[in-house]
């Protein structure tokens, strides 16, 4: 090249012009810029060479200004569809005079600006370019189309963040929600660090961020992690702070498909034929049913009556969904699925339909009801003498809380003595049945409610209305296993092996209450699930189903289904294979749904720990977890929590210490207690 020659180089992907000044050792030369800036350049850096003319930098501008007006990216395609037929490739020059019969220096610059920027009529051959062929052109068009339009989405999704983190209201695009549930599912593995115990780092090297995430957190300058994307949903108010990630990572559906909906709703408005045409007309007894305050599927309700030869007759009536629902339709498949209704600090998410659910599935107060009634005489011991079992109507005549039914029997109240004699009899149950073996463990249990944000964690007494309610359920339980197992009915049976408790010298060497109940907890196997009969040990019951809560556990309808067939004399609506392989099913789904809750309610735990990290509380030492590291479970008896604890000194079982929180991070799972010591002046 020759001193003067105005050549074209890039920097940075931007086209510069320079002029050729002198050599840089033998194959480099030095050009310098219209601002006077000299680059050294190797003959493969020089993209153009504009030819003739002895240039100095000071001419730059006054060149581009003579190439500007040429610069219409529209005029190749005229330039395309005279070439294109032949095929024929042109260079610079002759694309100048193709489109401005002109070839100087300036024209044919332009051209090569034109077909160098160029990505849908020419593709560069060497120094030549020639004509795309019409196909080609067409797909590169539209190519090219998708692009704006992508770009066009990013923008308007960039500026709908950028009012949503002004905390402005936002009418999010279907693209957008696209981009949103990517980065949902990203930031979900975040419920993965309290299972597997890895931290946030580990976590995003074990699990790099899919494509979408990785372009919206790229667009944002935000960093792609789990955690980033679980903060950038926060700032975004389209997750709450305290997101539940169990749920989202599990697989229990959230909401209801709209045919669902849509058969719940055909079903309120047309009621379906009732199959049990001969039900037993209850409504004349008094019906109790009796919940929790905030309880809205009322499953249960009991009654008692004084039979003409003397003796006493209890009744459990169980709602009785399967009036509503038949086997295999579109309810009953998705209540399968969901395996049980999720309760949740924050609320439940039911396994039908609320509209049903909470209306006509229901024992509601005053109204004429379809339930399941068993009807059972017990002898003076307790045992089950005498019973049977109806699809019935039932008029429940009162809707109760435990707290009522405690203060009516602590009162003594002369109106209602259906209350003190069921109570009698739930008394005398549970004495029958520790004489048949079962195991009593009694510890404190906490009951977690979110409501706007505020926690409150609450402890379940043992109350007498709830050891009411709890013996006439298992009573119910019992009497429809053994209505099955009489009948040679398949049924979701429950069962639990024997456990080896400890000596009765070894538990007495234990302190007396929570400490020896957990040692006897730890010693419990787990409860059994088969087609055919099994022993209840903990129960202290030969047979044993769960039958007392079909709306909100599908193994309950499963029973109902079954019991209710058989009563009208039809066949049952599973064989013993198809019940089997839907309780297998049911069984996994109803653990990932256990899992969940207890994950949830623990998070809540802690959060509220969190929150009163200044608080000193009275703990109970239960157990080691691993002594000789001195980590202790140890129970927050006024909250009902029971946490692990690592100690700085010797402690015992059954100590009380006074500790407060030093750290707690719900999303983390991490609890981390300390000893006030309290020293004498």
């Known amino acids: 090249m020759e001193k003067g020659t105005l050549v074209e180089f890039r920097v940075g992907g931007d086209r510069r012009l320079g002029i050729v000044d002198r050599p840089d050792g033998k194959s480099r030369w030095f050009v310098i810029d219209k601002a006077g800036q000299s680059h050294s350049l190797a003959p493969r850096q020089v993209t153009y060479k504009v030819d003739g003319g002895n240039y100095k930098p000071s001419q730059i501008d006054s060149f581009l200004e003579q190439v500007k007006p040429y610069l219409d990216p529209s005029s190749l395609e005229v330039a395309w569809e005279l070439l294109v037929e032949d095929g024929e490739s042109v260079n610079p020059k002759g694309m100048a005079n193709l489109l401005f019969s002109e070839s100087e220096a300036p ?11 160029d990505k849908v009529y020419f593709k560069q051959k060497g120094d030549n370019y020639e004509p795309r062929s019409a196909n ?22 960039l500026e709908r963040v950028s009012q949503a983190l002004k905390g402005e209201k936002v009418e999010w695009q279907r693209h957008d929600r696209h981009r949103l549930e990517a980065l949902e599912k990203y930031a979900a593995l975040l419920a993965d660090i309290p299972r597997t115990g890895v931290n946030y780092e580990s976590l995003a090297r074990a699990f790099p961020p899919p ?37 989202r990572r599990s697989s229990i559906p959230v909401q209801f498909p709209t045919k669902v909906i849509e058969v719940a709703q055909q079903r309120l408005q047309v009621h379906p034929p009732d199959l049990d045409t001969n039900r037993l007309d209850l409504t004349s007894l008094k019906v109790y049913t009796i919940d929790d305050e905030t309880t809205t599927e009322i499953d249960d309700g009991l009654s008692w009556e004084k039979l003409a030869d003397g003796r006493e007759r209890l009744w459990v009536h169980i709602a009785d969904p399967s009036r509503w629902v038949l086997p295999e339709d579109e309810l009953d498949l998705d209540a399968r699925k969901r395996g049980s209704t999720v309760y949740l600090p924050t609320g439940m998410v039911p396994m039908f339909p609320e509209l049903l659910a909470t209306g006509p599935m229901s024992l509601v107060q005053g109204e004429v009801c379809c339930a399941l009634s068993f009807g059972v005489i017990l002898n003076e011991h307790g045992g089950v003498e005498e019973y049977s079992i109806h699809a019935s109507l039932i008029k429940p005549t009162y809707r109760l809380t435990y707290e009522d039914v405690d203060e009516m029997l602590e009162l003594g109240v002369t109106a209602e003595p259906e209350i003190e004699a069921i109570a009698k009899w739930a008394r005398q149950r549970k004495t029958w049945r520790y004489e048949q073996g079962a195991v009593s463990i009694s510890m404190p249990e906490a009951m977690i409610k979110v409501r706007e944000d505020e926690i409150n964690i609450d402890v379940l007494d043992d109350s007498m209305s709830r050891q009411l309610v709890a013996e006439m359920m298992i009573l119910a339980g019992e009497v429809a296993a053994r209505y099955g197992k009489e009948n040679n009915l398949p049924l979701p049976f429950r069962g639990q092996p024997q456990p080896e408790l400890p000596p009765e010298e070894e538990l007495l060497l234990l302190p007396a209450g929570f400490v020896r109940a957990c040692a006897m907890r730890r010693c ?24 007392t809560s079909p709306i909100r556990r599908y193994s309950d309808l499963l029973t109902h289904f ?18 089997r392989e839907v309780m297998m099913s049911v069984i996994s789904t109803t653990q990932e749904v256990t899992m969940v809750e207890r994950q949830t309610n623990r998070y809540w735990a802690l959060e509220y720990l969190r929150r ?10 239960l157990m080691w977890l691993r002594e000789d590291s001195n980590l202790a479970l140890i129970l927050i008896e006024e909250l009902g929590l029971q946490l692990p604890m690592f100690f700085k000194r010797i402690v015992k079982l059954g100590e009380q210490v006074s500790v407060k929180v030093i750290l707690a991070d719900p999303q983390k799972d991490i609890i981390q207690f300390e000893e006030i010591i309290y020293q004498q002046a």
């Open 107 to 117: 024209h044919s610059y332009a051209a090569y600006c034109l077909l160098s920027d």
């Open 211 to 247: 494509a979408p995430v990785l372009e919206t957190m790229g667009m944002l300058g935000r960093p792609a992690t789990p955690q980033g994307a679980f903060q950038l949903l926060v700032d975004l108010c389209w997750w709450s702070p305290h997101e539940n990630l169990f749920l």
């Open 562 to 579: 079954q019991i209710k067939a058989h009563l009208r004399g039809d066949s049952p609506p599973f064989s013993a294979d198809q019940l």
């Open 612 to 621: 009163h990290v200044g608080n000193i509380w009275q703990v109970t030492v």
């Open 136 to 157: 080609q052109v067409a797909e590169r068009k539209h190519q090219l189309e998708v692009e704006a339009l992508k770009a066009k989405g990013q923008k308007e999704f």
């Open 524 to 547: 419990m196997p787990k409860s059994e699930m088969s087609i055919t009969p099994l022993r209840h040990a903990g129960l202290g019951l030969d047979t044993y189903t769960q039958a």
